[in-house]
């Protein structure tokens, strides 16, 4: 009987070898990636009743392994109209306690603010812009009484008509925190208060600004 000859060389054994180190390889990253989790951050500090959706944050890894892991926010929530309910450090993991929806955020209220249904119309605003109030005394002298704050209200649910608007009272409804509304109510009390459409621009240094949409 003729002996076969093995054609198993070193080569083939070294291919085999390369392959098993591969495969090992692969199989740990993929452990270790499963083995981590995407994180939200503050990125700066951030103040109770901030709007989460509107505030700087970052995004870390952490292992999977961590005791507080499923309480942390994961990176990729939905965080619209969320916001803190408690003041979290530059670098703080923000927690699932930590969000609240705009009804139940401490501190925040929502207004309604009487204006000229000709305003509305020629700002053609809609629920969810963003708009500012600036107050006039009567000896001429202006200033921001709060910028970029939210509107949650409108009297036709949505969007008003521009062009050929009719003129008479109206209202807008807006979020505003505690501070926020005590200076709107005194604005409204002693000086003329016109809203404009905010553009996210910082009001003008030498204007005074009561609060901003972000304060508390």
Known sequence: MQRLHSTFSLA????????LVTFVAVAVVLRDRAAVLEVVVAAEALDEGSPV????????????????????VA?????TD????????????????????????????????????LVL??????????????????????????????????????ALPGFGAAAGASWLTVEVSEPQALAIASANA???????RSSGARPLEHLELVSSGGGS
Not at 53 to 72: C, H, M
Not at 88 to 101: F, H, I, Y
Not at 190 to 196: E, L, P, R
Request: net charge negative.
């Open 12 to 19: 083939h054994l070294l291919m085999v070898v390369a392959g």
């Open 53 to 72: 959706s509107r505030a700087p944050l970052g995004v870390v890894e952490i292992s999977a392994n961590d005791p507080l892991a499923p309480f942390y």
């Open 75 to 79: 990176a990729g929530t939905d965080v």
């Open 82 to 117: 969320q916001f803190l309910s408690r003041p979290v450090a530059k670098g703080e993991p923000l927690l699932t306690s930590d969000l609240q929806v705009a009804d139940d955020a401490p501190g925040r209220r929502t207004m309604a603010l009487p204006v000229d249904q």
């Open 121 to 158: 119309g020629g700002l053609g605003l809609r629920v969810g812009d963003r708009v500012d109030l600036i107050a006039t005394s009567s000896d001429g002298a202006s200033g921001f009484v709060v910028a970029d704050v939210e509107v949650v209200r409108l009297p036709a649910g949505e």
């Open 190 to 196: 002693t000086a003329i208060v016109d809203v404009v």
